[in-house]
């Protein structure tokens, strides 16, 4: 099972809102409350953890990249 981003109710309404702009602003189409949450969801459960483990790695790289300049400190 992958991984679920918890949002809030804010959050989440928020989202929809958003993706009911997007499909109004770019594709013409009016989309219900009900259609955007399925949207949502699917991002949420498919998407979003792998921009999460992309955001992950990004932090590891510089991470190391601070304890390699630490490391070059010692005498």
């Not at 109004?24 to 189409?29: D, M």
């Not at 409350?33 to 949502?40: D, N, P, T, V």
């Amino acid at each position: 099972m992958k991984p679920v981003i918890p949002l809030s109710d804010s959050e989440k309404q928020n989202m929809i809102h958003l993706i009911q702009a997007y499909f109004l602003e770019e594709r013409g189409e009016e989309l219900g409350e009900l259609a955007a949450s399925f949207i949502l969801d699917f991002f949420m459960k498919e998407l979003a953890p792998i921009v999460y483990n992309i955001g992950i790695q990004d932090a590891h790289t510089f991470l190391q990249s601070k304890l390699e300049d630490v490391f070059e400190l010692e005498k």
